[in-house]
């Protein structure tokens, strides 16, 4: 029997599992997946939710442990895989339930076959020391335990928070905030614009208009913050410049970087992140990553989109590589390479939603360059940027093959009440893909509304 371990019970790890025991069964392939947090799988992308008070945990967790029985899939949590041996192809790990978690807690793990998915940690530039001004009024939004002590930090500080960052998880956690009865929240975001890697700056404009008229947030662009003084001061002086007084509470909501520590001190090739190729294989055959903490061609998506895709094909080379002869014999097919995971976006902030595919959003020097041109193909023009019921929709051309290679919707959710049908962004995301990689002629295309 073969032995499949997989580090990390996220989104890659656990589609990794699914997705090797779909291929070989338990006779033929024994897999372990370990997991630092316990409950190991939950869904990231909901602890916002967690945070407002309308879900509760156990509407979080990805699968129970009941499920991992039911599959054959031994979990391991919560335990720390403190090295790995490429040489003898084993991995120590330090099971964290025990009082100490020293030598004699270990435990010692041969693999035929290791697939990395440890994931990413949030970008915090600076956590104050204990017994200083800020400490313990400054937090970030990563895992479940993040929740519970935000959660328990503003059940008794409710007049003022301000959150680092205006991406996607910076606003839901604002308006989780809000939710969650916090009377003031401030959102302070280092660009120019909200959401600037999903939305243009009309579309986020808008998003702007709707957060502060309607759901009382107050937005600050283009600020640049020190953290370093964090060291020294309050939150609530470090933050009076922008904020005013009173601020109780500061979360970072900055991004993510890979969980890098463990390939890097087994010498796996790595940059942003854990390096692979079309197969998700590292540098070491026997060893591949996916998720957040992989990177190809360049890339560390550290999205839900490409985690499920190269999950999905760490497990298919994996097991590849392990049957091989049997599966070629059978008449099996080697797997299909990945290929780049190709951007698409669907968020929801309120009552308002976004969808984008292709590529969707230009920078200021692409814009600069000639080379792309936007196309408002919607009723709302930049001057109509204030018309929050209005759908907003944007093309992008690139000039030297005269095609459409992504596009932008921006409105209403219906969540509110009853648009006009058809009119909502999610259901103009078939439209937009339809468009993508047809020839652009000027008033040929318009929007069926």
């Known amino acids: ?36 947090e316990d409950p190991p799988s939950y869904s990231r992308p909901l602890l916002p939710q967690l945070l407002a008070g309308t879900i ?42 025990h009082p100490k978690a020293e030598a004699q807690n270990q435990e010692i793990l041969g693999y035929d076959a290791l697939i990395l998915a440890t994931g990413s940690t949030a970008v915090t530039p600076l956590i104050p020391d204990p017994g200083t001004a800020a400490a313990g009024s400054v937090f970030c939004l990563r895992s479940l335990q993040d929740v519970q002590e935000l959660r328990r930090h503003v059940a008794t500080r409710r007049r003022k928070a301000a959150v680092l960052g205006g991406g996607l998880l910076g606003l839901e956690t604002a308006m989780a905030l ?18 600037n890697r999903q939305l243009n700056r009309t579309a986020s404009e808008m998003l702007r208009l709707y957060l502060e008229r309607q759901e009382g947030l107050a937005i600050h662009t283009g600020v640049h913050l020190d953290t370093n003084q964090l060291k020294s001061k309050s939150v609530a002086e470090f933050l009076k410049p922008i904020c005013g007084d009173g601020t109780e509470t500061l979360i970072y909501s900055m991004g993510v970087r890979s969980q890098l ?25 026997a060893i591949f990553a996916a998720g957040d903490c992989a990177q190809f061609q360049g890339v560390t998506w550290a999205i839900i989109p490409a985690a499920l895709e190269q999950g999905r094909k760490a497990a298919q080379f994996a097991c590849w590589r392990l049957f091989r002869d049997t599966a070629s014999q059978q008449g099996h097919r080697q797997p299909s390479p990945y290929t780049q995971t190709i951007p698409r976006t669907t968020i929801t902030v309120g009552e308002r939603e976004a969808v984008s595919t292709g590529k969707a959003v230009l920078t200021a020097e692409e814009e600069n360059s000639g080379r792309w041109r936007n196309h408002e193909v ?13 759908t907003y929709i944007n093309l992008v051309e690139d000039t030297e093959t005269g095609t459409i290679v992504g596009g932008l919707a921006f409105g209403p959710s219906g969540s509110s009440g009853p648009v006009a049908p058809g009119a909502t962004p999610s259901q103009w995301l078939p439209k937009l893909k339809q468009l993508v990689g047809r020839s652009w002629q000027e008033g040929e295309i318009q929007p069926e509304m």
């Open 178 to 195: 809000r939710t969650n009865g916090v009377r003031e929240v401030h959102v302070l975001e280092a660009s120019g614009y909200l959401l």
């Open 1 to 36: 029997m073969k032995h499949l371990i997989i580090i990390g019970a996220g989104m890659a790890g656990v589609t990794a599992a699914e997705e090797a025991r779909s291929l070989h069964s338990q006779q033929e392939l024994a897999i372990t997946i370990i997991s630092q």
């Open 378 to 390: 919607s009723p709302v023009k930049k001057r109509g940027a204030s018309k929050l019921g209005d």
């Open 261 to 285: 520590a463990l390939a890097r001190t087994a010498g796996l090739a790595c940059d942003k992140g854990i390096i692979v190729d079309e197969t998700m294989a590292t540098s070491d055959t």
């Open 56 to 97: 509760r945990e156990r509407e979080l967790l990805l699968h129970g442990e009941d499920w991992f029985c039911q599959q054959g899939i031994r979990l391991v949590c919560p335990a720390q895989v403190v090295s790995l041996n490429r040489q003898d192809q084993r991995v120590t790990l330090n099971l964290l339930h």
